[in-house]
């Protein structure tokens, strides 16, 4: 299956979902999806078209929250970021974790450093600093003006 | 309620890469529940580099691991030079592998010689570190460090390698080829190890596609993921070579896998020193104007898996987001699948089987037990749990022979 193809099915599958497809190269692709796809999303990929999730990079910019999931199809070398823009005030999104135990760590990090909440996970427990720091702190949140 | 203890191991060492405490409750000699907390050490890196320019970077990220400290250096220069569209120059390629290569090779006989320690194979602890010492000699050479070479920046690399030295490198890997023929087969043919370490912590396939795992954690359960292989950079798509994998997903597949590396590394860096003879002396770097908008990834197979760095540019001179993942990341999570049902004799090589660098056990706290709140064990005496089954077994097949 090469790149090409992947996202002609994706497109096929969920294309009411997406907002916004960028190819940079046949070995790196971005989707932007609609949040409340990710559970649908996440689900097609890992187990109908066999991706590895890697891992998750949230950030924050002036418009609110992003994350950026990362999924890799090994075969070909294609890293696939499935990107989603997240509410500024009140950021959450369905959890993956009860789908594959690899996003529990990165999610409940998130959470932590964020702010942002997985609903759903089994476990939201602070990963980095328990018993550290204070709550409601969330130390890689940016001010801006 | 039965009543179970709980051994700690951990969680400080400030030189060792994730320091981190696992907490083993164990009813009698069984582990039942594996718990861990992290962030004894967190050194905010993704924040810091942040405030710091993309040259800077490379010095800061070098510093994540201690061990494999080219690897994030790499995946950051495979991720900046993504944004930026750089091609770096073939002779740049060939060095960047054999560093990388160089590096696989210390970092698995480290594993190797700390592996038998654990199992009460204290030579092999010896040979290992021995022969590893020769490899650290020649980054010395080449980079003039021993460890944390800084050899990288964006289009290029540091110091070059000059003709004069790779006949000087081509003997360490002559007379490490021998060693590690030896190394391997001692380790392989011992019926002794064989008793210790097979069917001990294994991790299936599925476990494995589970936890999202990497690196030779991966490969020694049959999931063939290399990313020199599937998303090949530097030198790695110029040269032979083979990913090693083993399909019993126990601690001696594991340690298969490790060894063969060994050999196959040595192969790439000799296909690389032939590559750098016919490349121009001093062509290592391309000139970078400046990074723009966008967004990069970075992959790189350390020696424990790959190394994911993802950076987005606003195009200044730093990035605005910058997410590291470390291989022991997603390596270490596997731990609730391989350590629960076992003995605390096997608890210690199968968590050790992951190569977490482990010298956090070498420092491990003393246990209570948690309803008298009485001393337990301490680090050498779960190491001794250890080594007592190692002679145990060895003192029966002995009987059977």
Not at chain 1, 17 to 37: F, G, H, M, Q, W
Not at chain 1, 94 to 114: C, Q, V
Not at chain 2, 46 to 58: A, D, G
Request: net charge neutral; proline share 4%; hydrophobic share 40%.
């Amino acid at each position: 299956m090469n790149t090409e193809l992947i996202i002609e099915k994706f497109k096929e599958n969920f294309n009411s979902d997406i907002l916004e497809i960028t190819v940079k190269n046949y070995k790196r692709v971005t989707i932007t999806i609609r949040p409340a796809s990710i559970i649908n999303v996440a689900g097609y990929l890992y187990k109908t078209t066999g991706f590895r999730f890697i891992i998750a990079s949230a950030l924050q910019t002036k418009k609110g929250f992003e994350i950026h999931y990362h999924f890799s199809k090994d075969t070909i070398g294609l890293v696939l970021n499935i990107h989603v823009f997240l509410d500024k005030d009140n950021p959450q999104i369905e959890s993956l974790s009860n789908m594959f135990n690899a996003s529990n760590w990165i999610e409940r990090e998130i959470h932590e450093l964020f702010g942002i909440n997985f609903l759903n996970h089994p476990n939201q427990e602070k990963l980095i600093s328990e018993g550290n720091w204070a709550e409601g702190f969330y130390p890689m949140r940016k001010e801006f003006k | 309620m039965s009543k179970k203890t709980l051994i700690p191991i951990g969680p400080y060492h400030p030189l060792q890469e994730e320091p981190e405490l696992f907490k083993l409750y164990c009813d009698g000699e069984i582990v039942k529940d594996i718990k861990w907390e992290t962030g004894y050490n967190h050194r905010g890196i993704e924040k810091l580099s942040e405030s710091k320019t993309y040259e800077q970077i490379f010095f800061l990220v070098e510093r994540i691991c201690g061990i494999c400290s080219t690897s994030h250096p790499f995946a950051f220069a495979n991720a900046v030079e993504e944004i930026a569209g750089i091609e770096v120059t073939d002779r740049t390629k060939y060095i960047r592998s054999i560093i990388g290569e160089l590096e696989r090779i210390h970092s698995h006989l480290l594993w190797v010689g700390l592996a038998g320690h654990f199992l009460g194979y204290n030579t092999v602890f010896m040979w290992a570190w021995k022969y590893r010492e020769p490899v650290l000699d020649l980054f010395e050479m080449i980079s003039g460090n021993r460890n944390s070479y800084a050899m990288f920046k964006v289009g290029g690399v540091r110091r070059d390698i000059e003709m004069a030295k790779i006949p000087v490198i081509q003997k360490v890997l002559d007379d490490l080829k021998k060693k590690a023929d030896m190394l391997t087969g001692a380790v392989m043919d011992d019926p002794v190890i064989h008793a210790r370490i097979r069917g001990v912590g294994i991790l299936t396939k599925q476990d494995i596609i589970d936890y999202g795992a990497v690196g030779p954690t991966a490969r020694a359960s049959g999931v063939a993921i290399d990313v020199r292989k599937d998303d090949p950079y530097a030198a790695y798509p110029l040269v032979n070579w083979k990913v090693i994998t083993a399909q019993a997903g126990d601690v001696f597949a594991k340690a298969e896998v490790r060894l063969l590396e060994i050999h196959e590394s040595i192969s790439i860096i000799e296909q690389c020193l032939d590559g750098l003879k016919k490349e121009k002396e001093g062509d290592i770097a391309v000139k970078v104007k400046e990074i723009p908008e966008g967004i990069g990834i970075g992959r790189a197979e350390a020696p424990r898996g790959e190394v994911f760095h993802f950076v987005k540019s606003d195009g200044s001179n730093s990035p605005v987001r910058h997410k590291i993942r470390a291989p022991s990341y997603v390596n270490i999570a596997t731990f609730k699948k391989s350590c629960i049902g076992q003995t605390i004799a096997d608890a210690t090589i199968s968590l050790a089987a992951v190569d977490p660098c482990y010298c956090c056990t070498e420092r491990m706290a003393v246990a209570y037990d948690l309803n008298s709140g009485d001393k337990i064990m301490n680090a050498n005496e779960l190491i001794n749990v250890s080594v007592r089954k190692t002679n145990e077994i060895r003192k029966e097949i002995k009987s059977q022979l």
